[in-house]
């Protein structure tokens, strides 16, 4: 059976399949990933995901988040050790809006610029945006042909698999009484009858590109790397955010507060 969860983190609907539109803010080097992510992520049978177009019109290095939708952007984020990151924000358990930064910093140069890597980074960061962990967080054992698995190698690492599919499944086997996703206008600023309100613009909005933006450590990967924070918002409200950190960089070493 299939157990990566993150938490209990899930977009609430009132039924499946969940209708999720995926925004973006890319440069055509990240289309072709992004295309193959968001066709194998629909095959689940509880996700129908619509891609939006592939420049929403916001601020690749902010990617603002978007409320009922989740938002990916690639841009120069600078060498601070991530090749990518996934944030979302959660009312509770619901998962109201989500982001997945891409770094070019290091997917512009090797041994980070091939089809597989960003394949790869891509199909994880967007499966963290639906409410999907990690099945294995060890960089050096066998790949199980997951991009839900960490790998230092990720050729057979670009697709979700089974289990993947299994967890999903489990996550939206319930049904909720409100819907956290919905369709959005795309000019952040006009609130469309029967739909969610587009969140206010800010800070907390933005999922930041460094540990201080992040808050609090609350898991660690295989290495002792914090890879999982999340920052209180107040009121329930919550960002957390999962981090692929690249070979060889990010924090030696660390403790978390919390599961």
């Known amino acids: 059976m299939a157990n990566h969860s993150w938490g209990s983190y899930h977009w609430a609907r009132t039924s499946n399949p969940l209708n999720l539109k995926l925004e973006r ?42 409320a009922g939708k989740v938002l990916v952007c690639n841009s120069a984020y600078g060498k601070r050790g991530w090749l990518g990151i996934a944030t979302i924000w959660a009312n509770g358990d619901h998962i109201t809006k989500a982001t997945t930064k891409l770094n070019d910093s290091y997917h512009n140069a090797a041994p980070y610029n091939t089809t597989e890597w960003r394949n790869f980074v891509t199909c994880q960061e967007i499966g963290h945006d639906f409410g999907l962990a990690h099945q294995d967080e060890n960089f050096n054992n066998p790949n199980l042909g997951s991009c839900m698995d960490y790998t230092n190698s990720p050729a057979s690492n670009q697709h979700p698999n089974s ?37 206010p613009r800010g800070l907390n909005e933005e999922a930041g590109d460094s540990p201080a933006e992040w808050g609090r450590v609350i898991g660690n990967d295989g290495l002792g790397r914090p890879n999982l924070y999340v920052q209180d918002l107040g009121g329930g ?23």
């Open 25 to 66: 803010q890319l440069t055509s080097t990240w289309v072709p990933s992004f295309t193959q992510a968001e066709a194998d992520w629909e095959q689940s049978t509880v996700l129908s995901l619509t891609p939006g177009s592939q420049n929403v019109g916001v601020d690749p290095k902010k990617c603002t988040a978007i």
């Open 163 to 199: 289990h993947d599919y299994q967890e999903l499944t489990s996550i939206y086997s319930h049904t909720d009484s409100t819907n956290t996703a919905a369709a959005q206008t795309t000019d952040f600023g006009v609130r469309v009858p029967g739909q969610a309100p587009i969140a």
């Open 237 to 259: 409200h919550r960002k957390i955010t999962h981090v692929l950190w690249a070979i060889g960089e990010g924090p030696k070493g660390g403790h978390h507060d919390e599961h």
